[in-house]
Every structure is written in C-alpha cells, then in structure tokens.
C-alpha cells in the first residue's frame, strides 16, 4: 500500500508518521512519499520520520521529493496538508480583518474566504495531476478551509473525502470524563466544517444512551473551559458546540482579545522554528512534545481511520467526514458539503441520518452554506464582485461598508496569490 502526503514537510507531519507507525496493523503502508516544495523543510521532517519508523519497528519505506507528479504516482491514497503562502499569509489573514472590527481567523470569516481563494485553485491543480497519474486514488483533505475545499474537489469529480480533528478531539475527551475507550463513544455530531455542534454522546454506538446531559451537568466548568467560553452558553444550548462556534457567540469579544496579543500565526511561526531546529537532530526518534501545542491533535489517528476505510481496511466503519449532504439536511441541497457522522467504505462515505435540527442550529448552517456557495465561486472565477459578494453574505460581516473595505484589503494582501488580480 503506497500512501503520498503533500505538504509533507509541514511539522504537523511527524504527528502523521507517529501514528502510521503505531497504527500498522490498521493501515500497513509499504511505501509512503512525503510531497513539498521546500527542499531544506522536507529532508528534515523525512529523517525524523524514517527514524520514528525505524524506532517503532516499521518495515515500510518513507521517501522524499518535490516531483509532485513522481511523488503521487501509484498511490492508493493522497494526503492534502498544505498552506499556501505558509505562515506568512495566514499572519495576514488574522490581521487585517481586525482594522474592520471583524474577527481574523484562518479559516472563519474573511481570513477564511483568503485562505479559500489562495487554496482552492492549487490544490484542484494537484488533484488532476492525481487523476491523471492515478484516477484511482482517494483523495484525503485536512487542508483548510476543509469544507469549500472539499467541495471544491468533490464537484470537479474527484474521488475526495474532508477530514478534520474537532470531532476525534471530543470523542477522546468525553471518553477521559467517562471512563472509557475512546472507541466506545459515538458522538452525534452535525453541520459544517468548523461549525459543529454535539447533539450526543452515545455509548456503543447510533443506539447507545446519550450521556452527553450527564457529561455537562457533571462536567459543565471542564467542557466550557475547553471551548474557552462561559458555562452558561454550554448549559443553555443543552449541546456541545464546536469551539469555533465562540466566533460566532461572542464575535465581539474576541476581536477585543485579538486585538491585544500577538497573532496565532506569529505564535506558531515561532513554534515552528523550534521544532525545526528539533527535527534536525539526528538522536531525534520520536515527535518531540513540543508539537502537542502546534495543533492537530489526532490528526493520525483520524487519517489512520479514514484511509483504512476507504482502502478495505480494518478502519471503523462510523467516522465524522466532511462529504456530500446527500438529503442527509433537508435544509440544504444535495451537493453542500457537511460534516457530519458517516459510514465509511471502499465506494466512499455515506452520511448517518440526523434528527431535525433546531432552527437556531440550522439557521446558521444554511446562513454559513450560502456563503460558502459563493466563496466557491468566488475561488473558481475570482473578480472583485464575486469577493464582495461572499464577504456581505457572511453572518460575521453581513454589512455593506465593512464588505467593501474588506474586500479591497483582501485582494491587497493576496494579489500574489490571485492570479485574476
């Protein structure tokens, strides 16, 4: 079994060789190929990850190459983990939309939308040299922003499956508050990348007893702690919400806190320089703690599942994707991308069936979904008036002026990255 990662010398990848290595027996992998072009990263996320192999007594072989279309040739399945315009970008992203008192996030309000732009061409670019080299292979994305890009691939024909940690992230620490192994928890977890809510917690599956009112009433201050919002907001929804749901409840806020530190992106940056400096040392076998705090936690884990799945293997069957609503949301049209429980398989995922949702949940789902639609097109077509309309149709901007002036300070920021601008 070949598997290819691009963006393969990102220092989350150590994260994803760690849990190949200890997962084997889930995913036996013969060959896998990290992807990047940057040459000086790549050598050394590729030594530390030969010896993680090495250490854990792996016996498939890791190889390195900027030759993306060497590199994914004969693959079963092709990992998306790249960030266009690195770190760099993404400081941008989470800047400038503060001079207009709107949140900057990566991947959630106009940050997001620049992300999306800068995103969605290159990676569509990757997946037809996929398909032309290998129209079988399964195209996995944690590249954000998972749900447009998703979409993006989806809609272009690609055989492509979104993937995201917020879920696998709340499954391990309900199964902590409970007591139990995390394959024991089902978690009833619904709406779009990045915009999720927990409707249950279920023991043994579908069918199990939902817990999750037990959880919060015992475990209301430890829950709301994680989400970094108040305990009230928990105990009134009566659900969990994803925590970037807190730019949504309490977008003002935020953007006060924001305004008063250094950017996520420049924390990373650094974090970043660091971890590089301990991947390069050659006693180095396995992923240094330092990498807990760069995020993705259980990314491998979530991408072990996933590929097994989708390859025959023996991945769970149940996962939380990021696919196609198929009806899943009757609110929604077929072809919306969301994230949400599915059944995994060889064909592809199949989304469980969910109860009604409470208008106050599907409002902004179907709210975030129009805006999603015309990011898309806004990604695929460019044009200043495609941006315009994406960003006023967004529920964190939604008016005329802060439209306006964001849209020209999107294109300024990203016009090396916007081929049309």
Request: aromatic content about 6%; hydrophobic content about 45%.
């Amino acid at each position: 079994m070949k598997l290819a990662v691009v963006g393969g010398g990102s220092t989350y990848t150590p994260e994803l060789i760690d849990g190949f290595a200890r997962l084997r027996d889930t995913l036996p992998i013969t060959e896998l190929v990290l992807i990047d072009p940057a040459a000086d990263r790549l050598e050394l996320v590729g030594g530390l990850a030969r010896r993680i192999f090495a250490k854990q007594g792996h016996p498939g072989t890791i190889t390195t190459t900027s030759d993306l279309d060497a590199g994914v040739a004969d693959a079963d399945a092709v990992l998306l983990q790249l960030r266009v315009g690195g770190q760099a970008a993404r400081n941008q992203d989470e800047t400038w939309p503060l001079e207009c008192g709107c949140v900057g996030q990566e991947t959630t309000g106009a940050g997001g939308l620049a992300k999306a732009l800068r995103t969605v061409p290159v990676v569509l670019d990757i997946a037809e040299r996929v398909r032309r080299t290998n129209p079988e292979a399964w195209i996995i994305d944690f590249t954000n922003p998972v749900g447009i890009v998703t979409r993006a691939l989806l809609n272009a024909g690609h055989k492509a499956v979104g993937l995201c940690n917020v879920a696998i992230g709340f499954q391990r620490k309900f199964a902590a508050l409970l007591d139990v192994s995390p394959a024991e928890v089902h978690l009833d977890h619904v709406g779009l990348n990045h915009l999720t809510w927990e409707l249950g917690v279920r023991l043994g599956g579908p069918a199990g007893e939902n817990l999750l009112p037990k959880l919060i009433a015992e475990h209301g201050d430890t829950i709301a702690a994680d989400l970094h919002m108040p305990r009230a907001v928990v105990d009134r929804l009566g659900v969990v919400p994803s925590y970037y749901l807190r730019y949504f409840y309490q977008h003002d806020e935020v953007v006060r806190e924001l305004g008063t530190k250094p950017s996520r992106a420049a924390e990373v940056a650094a974090m970043e320089k660091e971890l590089l400096a301990l991947y390069g040392n050659p006693t180095l076998d396995e992923k240094p703690e330092l990498l807990a705090k760069r995020g993705g936690a259980f990314y491998s884990e979530a991408a072990v599942d996933l590929a097994s799945g989708l390859l025959g293997g023996g991945g769970s069957p149940l996962q939380v994707v990021n696919t196609y609503n198929k009806g899943t949301l009757p609110f929604l049209p077929d072809d919306a991308v969301i994230e949400t429980q599915a059944r995994i398989d060889a064909s592809g995922a199949t989304p469980l069936a969910v109860p009604a949702l409470d208008p106050m949940y599907a409002g902004l789902i179907s709210h975030v979904t129009a805006y999603e639609n015309l990011a898309l097109e806004a990604a695929l077509h460019g044009g200043r008036e495609r941006v315009f309309k994406a960003l006023l149709a967004h529920p964190l901007i939604g008016q005329f002026e802060y439209a306006e002036a964001l849209t020209d300070k999107l294109i300024a920021h990203n016009r090396e990255h916007l081929a049309w601008a």
